[in-house]
């Protein structure tokens, strides 16, 4: 499976970007979709996952992110969603997206076996 994120770009604070993160290969409905974001000089970390259609359990991870940032997915376009209001200069970063080798939503980046490309958000202040 190819993941291809995009979607990024720049936005001022309190703005809203949408991004996308587009799936090849048949068994993508299977597997939860998660969405990571790494910042210059920081480490990687886990944004939001959303679980294949047969799981329940969808949830963002970061404090900072809750209310703003909302996972979906579309299976028949094979594509997964983040949907991020009221964006901070903080929330800059590079934002990855992910496929697990689970169904259920998990945040362990060990747990995700295939990775896009990234793409790059810049929220001015």
């Known amino acids: 499976v190819q993941l291809q994120a995009s979607g990024g770009g720049l936005v001022q604070a309190g703005g809203s970007l949408r991004l996308s993160c587009a799936a090849s290969?048949?068994?993508?409905?299977?597997?939860?979709v998660g969405w990571f974001r790494q910042a210059p000089g920081k480490e990687r970390e886990f944004v939001a996952a959303?679980?294949?259609?047969?799981?329940?359990?969808?949830?963002t991870h970061l404090d900072s992110v809750k209310g703003r940032f909302t996972i979906s997915r579309d299976n028949a376009k094979n594509t997964v969603y983040l949907q991020m209001n009221s964006l901070k200069p903080e929330d800059t970063a590079v934002y990855y997206c992910?496929?697990?080798?689970?169904?259920?939503?998990?945040?362990?980046?060990?747990?995700?076996?295939?990775w896009g490309q990234g793409t790059q958000l810049t929220v001015s202040s």
């Open positions: 290969g048949p068994t993508f409905s299977r597997y939860a």
């Open positions: 959303v679980p294949a259609i047969s799981w329940s359990s969808s949830f």
């Open positions: 992910a496929l697990s080798t689970y169904g259920w939503a998990t945040m362990n980046p060990s747990h995700f076996g295939s």
